[in-house]
């Protein structure tokens, strides 16, 4: 499709489970972003890629956390070890490169995947 | 540190009338400003946004947004509200001179257009 696409939609686990979250961006945007949204809350900045680096990794809340871009397209968040509390929709953003790679051009938001930790 | 401020968890108006949803920003230098809107069971949607030049800036459906630097506010607005603008609604800041490409998102506000 010519979207963000976001696997899986719906994601239940068990505490302590490993759990793996698939971004598949537009193609042709060399920025990807993961955003966590807790109810009520705006979305919170998780980790940036450009290409296939982690350009800005800020946002991870622990080293439980970590994601891949391994070719510079899709991505993937590797939630280990997981917790009640990282019960949220997990989104995913991609852009392109614009302005002269001054990034001023809007995010692409999926329609997310939503972990609840039993 | 960026973070951006939406007073308002939720705006009420009449359809026809004009809407305002409020938010303003705290960050150094010149701010991007970017406002999104999100329908229940979809994707965030981008709506405008302002990077330089005019402080009036127009998007998508009919939405607009004044940036006003002195008061470090960036309000969406709408002359004449409809049924379907029913959403939630982000703002979001991002520093340039920092270098950092994220955007930091509001708490959001719940627009309600009554019919």
């Known amino acids: 499709g010519a979207g963000v696409s976001q696997t899986p939609s719906n994601k239940v686990t068990e505490k302590g489970k490993y759990v793996e979250l698939r971004c598949d961006p537009i193609s042709g945007h060399t920025a990807l972003y993961w955003y966590r949204q807790s109810l009520g809350q705006g979305p919170e900045f998780l980790i940036y890629?450009?290409?296939?680096?982690?350009?800005?990794d800020s946002g991870l809340p622990n080293d439980r956390f970590f994601a891949v871009r391994p070719e510079g397209s899709v991505s993937t968040l590797k939630i280990q070890r997981t917790e009640r509390g990282d019960s949220a929709m997990y989104l995913c953003?991609?852009?392109?490169?614009?302005?002269?790679?001054?990034?001023?051009?809007?995010?692409?938001f999926g329609e997310g995947s939503r972990l609840t930790v039993l | 540190a960026q973070s951006v401020a939406q007073p308002e968890d939720q705006v009420n108006v009449a359809e026809g009338n004009p809407l305002t949803v409020k938010c303003t920003y705290s960050v150094s230098g010149n701010p991007y400003l970017f406002w999104y809107v999100q329908y229940p069971n979809r994707g965030l949607q981008f709506l405008l946004k302002?990077?330089?030049?005019?402080?009036l800036v127009k998007g998508s459906y009919g939405f607009e947004a004044e940036f006003n630097k002195s008061q470090t506010s960036f309000h969406l607005k709408k002359p004449s509200a409809l049924v379907s603008d029913s959403a939630l609604y982000f703002c979001?800041?991002?520093?340039?001179?920092?270098?950092?490409?994220?955007?930091?998102f509001g708490s959001g506000t719940r627009l309600q257009v009554q019919p």
């Open positions: 890629f450009q290409g296939t680096g982690a350009a800005d």
């Open positions: 302002y990077i330089t030049g005019d402080n």
């Open positions: 953003a991609s852009s392109s490169s614009t302005s002269g790679g001054a990034g001023t051009g809007e995010l692409f």
């Open positions: 979001a800041v991002r520093a340039p001179h920092t270098g950092r490409r994220a955007l930091t």
